[in-house]
């Protein structure tokens, strides 16, 4: 009973996170094929630690492949078309900053940010990153969260 309890929840998690980027290009990203993949991290961080930082919803993705980060790129600047806020930064003709503020439902706000830190001036790394984040968070508050 125990056992068949938590699949349930664990297959309604994946479901409402899955949900939580519907509509959204980059909601292919988050399909699980990340999991396992090398040099790619990715995390889902829903419940109680979420709620604690204003979220409902917390994915992340870093990769340091390319070809998936020139993917990422392409895919966030099409959902940022559509934002109702922006703030981005380009280098060398790519996108190296964005944190978007999408159009907000019913009752909570959604954001994109995405950083490559291929681009960075100092210390560059190679590494993609991109976050969606859903909550009642305002877009200051999600600004000091990534920051930390």
């Known amino acids: 009973m125990k056992r068949t309890t938590i699949i349930i929840l664990t297959c309604l998690l994946a479901t409402m996170t899955a949900m939580a980027q519907n509509g959204l290009n980059i909601n292919r990203l988050f399909d699980g094929r990340f999991k396992k993949a ?77 950083l490559n830190q291929n681009l960075a001036r100092k210390s560059p790394k190679n590494v993609v990153t991109l976050i969606y984040m859903e909550g009642s968070a305002n877009s200051e508050k999600i600004k000091k969260l990534i920051r930390k």
């Open 38 to 114: 090398a040099g790619a991290t990715e995390i889902i961080v829903t419940g109680r630690q979420a709620h604690e930082i204003g979220l409902d919803v917390y994915h992340s993705l870093s990769v340091t492949d390319k070809g998936q980060a020139e993917l990422i790129e392409s895919l966030v600047v099409k959902d940022g078309a559509k934002a109702i806020d922006k703030e981005v930064e380009y280098r060398n003709g790519q996108l190296y900053y964005g944190f978007y503020t999408m159009k907000k439902n019913k009752r909570d706000n959604h954001y994109i940010f995405f």
